[in-house]
């Protein structure tokens, strides 16, 4: 395994400041259309390295990206999902997958390294044997979505906070991309992300639930005091 | 449903700069063990109110989160996650739900709603048959872990940026839980987050795969370019 990077952009492409994280979260939105102009790769570059800081269960990382850019790729892509067409006019569009078994015969390395970076339990072979316990209890659909989606939540972020504009999707034909994309049978389909530049009007802010009806103090049902 | 938070603390509650995306993303680690200092309110609901803003799916925010802070049923979320002891250190613990059902009784008010805002299509009667068809072919446990842990991460990150320390988990025993806190049978009990400051070091980097190793180029296997 590798060390973080040490090298990305401290600006956006504009020389602007990159983005705070409350302001990202404030004027972030869902992007329906975007202009041609690409994401420069040393951008795109930091998107991911950024983004595959994120953790994961046991440091597992059973999350894998394709990044799409060839105009005939996004066009295919385009198609396997109900030919939303901000997937065929963004320049960059990551198809984010899950792994239900791949990190099993990668859980080896990731343990054995991490008692040799003090990170997990020295006895390495012991914990290892207790997380496929744990593990082995998980409905594996539902785990490497969980996992990816952190991973994916965060490219989403540091693409934002680098002036970018981003739109993430859940709606395609899992069978078709994997077909169109050489993924292995084993893979779950997770979410794509375009990332480009906005053309036209932000769409307009949909509202949230009112934290009382989403937050409950102590037990479920219990509306938040705060 | 309800507009923007705009009361947020602008600082740390040291009253030093919030931390660039960046910055959390290459300094956050893991807390294995929290001091009981607590996390001032203000804070704690800026947590959960910029966490909300995440995007999901439709708009349809299929999560609920349970905040634990009284010290005795920090015990019994403890005792219900392999005992973890940072849970019964840290001053707040949330718990992360997906709701599998209930979004349905309210995806009337959220479709309304976004076209009233002219979010979503005008015609939201026949936009939102079109996705319940949808999400009708979708495996709802993975469904509602996919949406709940972009606000997950969203939570986690805001707090990192105040300057709290946090621990993301996902070792718990579901049923216990879901008995303990009075959850509905319909919900995934998705993760937990500890959130405080940490006491003692912190866990060490565990490395990463590298991005050669987890990211493609245009198809599945092809190591990106980049």
Chains 1, 2 share one sequence.
Do not use: C
Request: no cysteine; net charge neutral.
């Amino acid at each position: 395994m590798t060390e973080k990077p040490t090298e990305f952009p401290r600006h956006r492409p504009d020389g602007g400041a990159v983005k705070s994280l409350p302001d990202v979260l404030l004027h972030r939105r869902a992007t329906r259309s975007f202009k041609p102009d690409p994401v420069p790769d040393e951008y795109l570059r930091a998107i991911l390295a950024l983004g595959t800081q994120a953790p994961s269960g046991y440091n597992l990382q059973p999350w894998r990206f394709i990044v799409v850019r060839e105009a005939a790729n996004r066009q295919r892509l385009m198609r396997a999902a109900f030919n939303q067409t901000k997937i065929g006019e963004a320049p960059v569009v990551i198809i984010a997958l899950g792994m239900k078994n791949e990190w099993k015969a990668l859980a080896e390395e990731v343990f054995r390294e991490g008692a040799e970076r003090r990170a997990g339990s020295r006895d390495w072979q012991k914990y290892m044997e207790s997380a496929m316990g744990f593990l082995g209890t998980q409905a594996m659909n539902a785990w490497v979505t969980k996992h990816t989606m952190i991973a994916f939540t965060t490219m989403m972020y540091v693409a934002e906070a680098y002036g970018f504009d981003t739109a993430p999707m859940e709606g395609f034909d899992a069978a078709a991309v994997k077909r169109e994309f050489a993924v292995p049978d084993e893979a779950e389909v997770i979410a794509l992300l375009a990332i480009g530049y906005a053309s036209g009007e932000d769409k307009p802010y949909g509202g949230r639930f009112e934290l009382e009806r989403v937050v409950f103090d102590e037990r479920y049902g219990q509306p938040a005091r705060a």
